[in-house]
């Protein structure tokens, strides 16, 4: 077993790691436009962190958690999302003292102890964004655009927005008595956990993905017809501005998302592909959670993306191919005092942003070429006891096969004009 990664858990390889490197650079760049800063929570939390944010009748607090003892006998978990320890970071470091919004974004590995399949392991990565302080429904508007534009630079297509509100405490109390009192004529047809959940949260029934409660659920009141004046009206105005961003969406009164904190506006967007149908990505607003977890009473609201379920998409879609790593050019040597010549140079290559490559192997010139077009290099030169002698090398176009002569010591000026 030492040489097998525990269940759930993935290498990610050279040969993967320049589409990470793609995507995370897309978002970076995304984020920059939208003005959402960078932020990085250390990989576990206080387990009551986890617990208060997260939500105590949530999947994830019940089921999923990673959660042990340290050696004071503290309660550790893992963090299995983004938000709670952004939140715990904004508070701790008084950031709430700040021109408000506070706008962050995080990529970051998450763990949650469910089955593995496909886009969902046990430890995965996560992009998220958080904007802090604003209550206006134009946040929300922004904080789904940014996830909008992030598929459309990445090229990904056959998506659909669904949006809701799940309103405020005040509404949302009332409509779990109207939705419990239909329920519980209906608790027989119920699944074991959604019986459970009757009692202590009804509203996450709406989220179970078991067949024959999405029957039950088909005639139950929507929380669209209890919503408070003033929830009605943030919802209606985000349609407003979600049309002025010329997106198409639906308004689907069955989406609550699997987190107790959601207040307000909550959406996925969901992928509709040849052989995949997944929401790839989901949030909504949080006005309550900066204030549960001991931090001044303040308006949030933001969303979480999988990296593993997005790479998946765009496998799928066929639209990323990250070209292959290649170097600017490789130096072959024949003998020692070639090897020590070659080195030097390669050193002062590196030294001057040239991506260069030499021969620590003793292979021969001819298996030191077959290297060289292994890993694409661009160039190539050959330093050997004549080359030394006269002080010239032939440097190598890979790519039409042409050569060019030039002296040894004008090996870095010269690939520092041509590149």
């Not at 070639?338 to 002062?348: Q, T, Y």
Request: contains cysteine; aromatic residues 10%; hydrophobic residues 35%.
């Amino acid at each position: 077993m030492l040489t097998k990664a525990p269940r759930g858990t993935k290498d990610i390889l050279p040969s993967e790691t320049r589409t990470w490197q793609c995507i995370e650079s897309q978002i970076r760049q995304l984020c920059d436009i939208y003005g959402f800063f960078e932020i990085r929570t250390p990989t576990f939390e206080h387990t009551e962190l986890v617990q208060r944010g997260v939500g105590e009748t949530t999947d994830i607090v019940q089921k999923e958690m990673y959660t042990f003892l340290d050696r004071s006998n503290r309660s550790i978990t893992l963090k299995p999302e983004g938000t709670a320890p952004a939140v715990r970071a904004f508070i701790e470091n008084g950031l709430y003292n700040d021109a408000q919004p506070t706008k962050l974004f995080y990529i970051t590995p998450v763990f949650r102890y469910e089955k593995p399949q496909a886009g969902r392991l046990r430890e995965h990565h996560q992009f998220g964004i958080e904007e802090f302080g604003d209550k206006e429904p134009s946040a929300d508007a922004e904080v789904i655009s940014t996830a909008v534009e992030l598929f459309k630079k990445l090229g990904i297509k056959n998506l659909a927005i669904n949006i809701n509100s799940i309103g405020c405490p005040v509404c949302r109390k009332k409509y779990n008595a109207v939705l419990k009192g239909y329920l519980e004529l209906k608790k027989d047809s119920l699944c074991e956990t959604c019986k459970e959940r009757l009692e202590r949260n009804p509203l996450r029934i709406l989220d179970c993905k078991i067949d024959r409660d999405k029957d039950v659920l088909k005639k139950a009141p929507i929380i669209l017809d209890y919503l408070c004046d003033e929830c009605r009206d943030h919802f209606e105005k985000l349609k407003v501005y979600l049309d002025i961003l010329g997106y198409e969406y639906k308004v689907n009164p069955m989406i609550v998302r699997g987190l107790d904190y959601y207040t307000k506006t909550v959406f996925e967007i969901i992928y509709n592909g040849k052989t995949v149908s997944e929401t790839i990505c989901g949030g909504g607003r949080y006005d309550g959670l900066i204030e549960e977890c001991g931090g001044p009473s303040m308006p949030a609201v933001g969303f979480g993306m999988g990296i593993e379920r997005l790479i998946m998409v765009l496998s799928e879609e066929g639209i990323l191919h990250p070209s292959e790593y290649s170097f600017d050019i490789y130096i072959a040597s024949i003998g020692d005092d070639a090897e020590m010549k070659a080195f030097k140079i390669i050193s002062d290559l590196r030294r001057n942003g040239i991506s260069a490559e030499g021969n620590h192997m003793k292979r021969s010139i001819k298996a030191q070429m077959k290297y060289a077009n292994k890993i694409n290099a661009k160039y190539t030169a050959v330093i050997g006891d004549n080359e030394i002698k006269s002080g010239y090398t032939k440097i190598k176009n890979m790519k039409d096969g042409t050569f060019e002569e030039i002296k040894i010591s004008d090996i870095v000026p010269y690939l520092k004009n041509l590149l």
